[in-house]
């Protein structure tokens, strides 16, 4: 991130070597279509490129930084489909049929995404049903704070708190993991 932020392409050069399968594979994981989660990778170096201060050390780990923006971009990507798609299908014209969904296929990312899956899913088991459900809203249905607290009926400060919680909790479960990752 140094190099990076000294505008040298070499340092965005290894930051993409290392975390570009990454970032690809949540993105297909978000938008379930290989094509617009190239597009999302793109987006998502070019920004850290132009941007290169926009992540602050202070604030957390690089990589947990980088899977929030990649997330948020996927999402903000799903949502411009469907708005185009909602507007598509208010017109007389047939609405357009999204690509199927393909796998990336990279048998060693797969077996350490389906591991980290796997202990995210027990630690889940293990939050109070109440912080599950907006954490899986949220991350996994892709709802923002505001949407779950709609849908759900509570305060927006109560979804804010309980997915604070969770996270919180769902962090120090997976404190071993996030030690395998650094080494």
Excluded: C
């Amino acid at each position: 991130m140094v190099r990076l932020a000294d505008g040298e392409i070499e340092g965005l050069e290894q930051i993409y070597d290392r975390y570009s399968s990454l970032v690809f594979s949540v993105g297909v994981r978000v938008l379930n279509d290989r094509q617009l989660a190239e597009d999302v990778t793109q987006d998502v170096f070019l920004r850290l490129w132009r941007q290169p201060w926009s992540y602050d050390a202070e604030r957390g780990r690089f990589r947990s930084w980088l899977m929030s923006v990649t997330r948020n971009r996927a999402i903000d990507e799903r949502r411009r489909v469907v708005r185009r798609l909602r507007s598509e299908e208010r017109s007389d014209d047939p609405p357009l049929e999204v690509a199927s969904p393909e796998r990336f296929h990279d048998p060693q990312l797969e077996l350490a995404l389906a591991e980290q899956r796997r202990a995210v899913l027990q630690a889940m088991t293990r939050l109070p049903p109440a912080q599950r459900e907006v954490i899986e809203l949220a991350y996994f249905g892709g709802l923002t704070q505001a949407e779950i607290a709609t849908r759900s009926g509570e305060p927006l400060g109560t979804v804010k708190t309980r997915i604070r919680l969770g996270m919180k909790k769902l962090r120090e479960a997976l404190k071993d993991l996030r030690t395998e990752d650094r080494s």
